[in-house]
C-alpha cells in the first residue's frame, strides 16, 4: 500500500522560503511519477510541479517557475519541494501524489496522496 507523508508546512513571511517533504513507502512501480499539488479551499487542485523518475522529466507550473524546485533523495524515499520568493498567492494546503507512469499536472492522473501540508505566506 502506497503511504506519502507529507511534512514542512507553516507560515513564513513574502519573500521568506520553505521545504516541503513527502517521505513515500510502498510504491510498487518501477516507473512512475510523484508530484506536488496544491489546493486553495473551493478552488481546483493545481499541478505545481511533478517528476518522472524513470526518466527524470519534471513539470513545473508557470506560476512557479524560478522559485519552487523538486528533487528526490532515494535513499530516503523523500521528495523535496524548495519554495523560494514566496508570495501571498502560494498559500493553500499541498499535498504530495504518486502515480504509476510518466509526469502529467493533471490530479486525476494521480491515485495516490498524502494528506497535505499547509503553507501560508503573508504580505
Known amino acids: 500500500q502506497v503511504q506519502l507523508v507529507e511534512s514542512g508546512g507553516g507560515l513564513v513571511q513574502s519573500g521568506g522560503s520553505l521545504r516541503l517533504s513527502c517521505v513515500a513507502s510502498?510504491?510498487?512501480?518501477?516507473?512512475?511519477?510523484i508530484a506536488w499539488f496544491r489546493q486553495v479551499s473551493g478552488k481546483q487542485r493545481e499541478g505545481v510541479s511533478c517528476l518522472s523518475v524513470g526518466d527524470q522529466k519534471t513539470y513545473y507550473a508557470d506560476s512557479v517557475k524560478g522559485r519552487f524546485a523538486i528533487s528526490r533523495d532515494n535513499a530516503k524515499n523523500t521528495l523535496y519541494l524548495q519554495m523560494t520568493s514566496l508570495k501571498p498567492e502560494d498559500t493553500a494546503v499541498y499535498f504530495c501524489?504518486?502515480?504509476?507512469?510518466?509526469?502529467?499536472?493533471?490530479?486525476?492522473?494521480?491515485?495516490?496522496w498524502g494528506q497535505g501540508t499547509q503553507v501560508t505566506v503573508s504580505s
Open positions: 501524489a504518486a502515480r504509476r507512469g510518466t509526469l502529467t499536472k493533471r490530479s486525476a492522473d494521480f491515485g495516490s
Open positions: 510502498g510504491l510498487p512501480w518501477d516507473y512512475y511519477a
